[in-house]
């Protein structure tokens, strides 16, 4: 926060904030802090709610270009604005992977009736998407999609497994990442699909964590159809365009999450402070640690901002998904460690884990997703260093 902020940023700051204090209340009071990792369904017809009012008042995907229904916010400004939200304590977005993921990607790539079909509804709140790209042997390893799509009566027809699909349940649309040249292997004959979700030929199968939530399912395509338009980029262009979403997931979709986080890193020192673990010398110098890599996270994103602006993230972007993928699952492991032996009891009514468990849990998957720990430093050492290549089959 305030980094060099223009007389322009403080008054685009003063409007989120006074916005958003003005209309969390009244209906939207008990809306606040809703959601969240590890607790992603909760009410989410109210958080619904929410961001369509969001959205009649202009507030959603404000860093779109204004021709798309976005407000233009600069890169500053969205860091404002995700700060302020926090801040604010709002509830956990629905339209996340419509908004930071798809929206960009069909920005970027779509064709002008794409863009004209798509970005309403996503601005509106009106559609909401979900990400299918993992499949059972397709993970780190997503050259290896089996999914397999064919033009038949001038429709595509889909047949095959995503897995780990978050928010599949709730998703109108998924953007899947499909094999449509038989015979093709690896990164070749892939192609991006927009697939509707609401169809016979789709399954969702909920898959229960260690939260005893389901943020995320298996998807199972069965002559699933999409219209032969629905396609971003060329037929067989599919990771180029998979690989972009990416770059834009882990970049500037996490920008301002550093507030959320540094909520959470006060709560656990009070947490200290009550349980009497801060004067044990080895926690307070992991809570010191923990302060201080928040401080280097913020720089970090505020340089990676820098070194993106008005473009599509490039692969410095793995820097800042390894640094706070790491930093949250260590704060997770450390809010334990406060807790002690009460870590270990499911004390929430009823019977259920508590906020700091749910944090620890969830965490746990911060590192994995959106690709791993070790993903990202193969990326970082050989697309930003320059390291030779790992060897591949
Ligand atoms: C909470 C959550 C939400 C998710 N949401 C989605 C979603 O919405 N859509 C979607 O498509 N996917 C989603 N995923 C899936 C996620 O992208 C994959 O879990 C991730 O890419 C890892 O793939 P995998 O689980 O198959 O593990 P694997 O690829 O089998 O990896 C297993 C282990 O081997 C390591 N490893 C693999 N290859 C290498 C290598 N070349 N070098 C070094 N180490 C390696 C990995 O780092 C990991 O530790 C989600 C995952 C989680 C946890």
Known sequence: MNRNETPEDRAFRAEVRDWLETHLSGDFAHARGLGGPGREHEAHQERLAWERHMARAGWTCVGWPKEFGGRGATLEQQVIFNEEYALADAPARVNHIGENLLGPTVIAFGTGEQRARFLPPIVAVEELWCQGYSEPDAGSDLANVQTRAVLEDGRWRIDGQKVWTSLATEADWCFAVCRTEPGSSRH???SYLLVPMKQDGVEVRPIVQPTGTSEFNEVFFDGARTGAANIVGAPGEGWKIAMATLGFERGVATLGQQVGFRRELEGVIDLARRTGAI???????????????????????????????????????????????????ELGELAMDVLGAAGLVAAAEPYDIDDWQRLFLFSRSDTIYAGSNEIQRNIISERVLGLPREARP
Request: overall charge positive; aromatic content about 6%.
């Open 188 to 190: 070749r004959g892939l």
């Open 279 to 329: 004067d044990d010398p080895l926690l307070r110098d992991r809570l010191t640690r923990s302060w201080m890599g928040l401080e280097v996270m913020r720089l970090n994103a505020v340089r990676t901002m820098a070194g993106v602006a008005g473009g599509a993230p490039g692969p410095e972007s793995s820097i800042s998904k390894l640094v706070w993928g790491t930093w949250h699952r």
